[in-house]
């Protein structure tokens, strides 16, 4: 593979149940984040990773869980999914958090919705 | 707070130039991103700036101005191709992007 992968592509999950999203990139990027973009409100940041074995909250992290294990995978959990859940998710990776290094390279999405 | 202002849809001829503004107040500035965004895919990387002034790409340049909290993505020559949204992300002195909500730019024949 080269860049940055996700699974499913699309999923639809009744509410209540836990769903993972996986994330894969193969550049070695240190940083590593999750996104959800909803019409009308742009991208907004879940969580974020700046290196292997930390992770950090970002704007909207309610509900949604994340663990970085090694450099090439960040996986997204949902433990008990809502309606309000119902989004595209991108995966995103930078060489670095800091400057130009922060060039995020965005996975093709995974579009969830919650019944 | 933090908050990136970008108008939500502009419309442009092929051939044309058109000019997308976006202002932004952040905590602290460490830089400015613009991504292009066609409908159904992710965004992809377009530009970045740190320091005052125009940055050129081929047909697309974008400029800053710190102190003024303004940027802007110039599109020259415009093909149908460009018709996508247009993403402006300020980079805060935390180094977290906040992403504007996004341009969609209509190209017409």
């Known amino acids: 593979i080269a860049g940055i992968t996700q699974a499913p592509t699309s999923q639809i999950l009744a509410a209540g149940r836990r769903m993972t999203l996986r994330c894969t990139q193969d550049m070695r990027h240190n940083a590593m984040y999750w996104y959800r973009q909803d019409l009308g409100l742009g991208l907004r940041l879940i969580h974020y990773?700046?290196?292997?074995?930390?992770?950090g909250k970002g704007e909207v992290p309610d509900g949604y869980s994340v663990s970085r294990a090694n450099t090439d995978d960040f996986p997204l959990t949902l433990a008990s999914a809502v309606p309000s859940q119902t989004s595209v998710y991108f995966c995103?990776?930078?060489?670095?958090?800091?400057?130009?290094?922060?060039?995020?390279?965005f996975g093709p999405g995974t579009r969830l919705t919650v019944l | 707070g933090q908050n990136i202002d970008q108008p939500t849809e502009m419309t442009a001829t092929e051939g044309a130039i058109v000019q997308i503004n976006c202002t932004y107040q952040?905590?602290?500035?460490?830089?400015l991103f613009w991504y292009q965004q066609h409908a159904g895919e992710a965004p992809t990387f377009l530009s970045y700036n740190v320091l005052d002034g125009l940055e050129e790409k081929g047909r697309f340049s974008s400029f800053l101005s710190r102190s003024k909290g303004y940027s802007y993505l110039l599109l020259k020559e415009l093909q149908m191709k460009d018709s996508a949204s247009y993403l402006c992300?300020?980079?805060?002195?935390?180094?977290?992007?906040?992403f504007g909500k996004g341009t969609r730019l209509h190209i017409l024949p």
């Open positions: 952040t905590s602290g500035f460490n830089g």
């Open positions: 990773s700046n290196t292997a074995g930390t992770t």
């Open positions: 992300a300020a980079q805060n002195r935390d180094d977290k992007i906040i």
């Open positions: 995103a990776s930078s060489d670095s958090p800091g400057g130009s290094y922060n060039e995020q390279f």
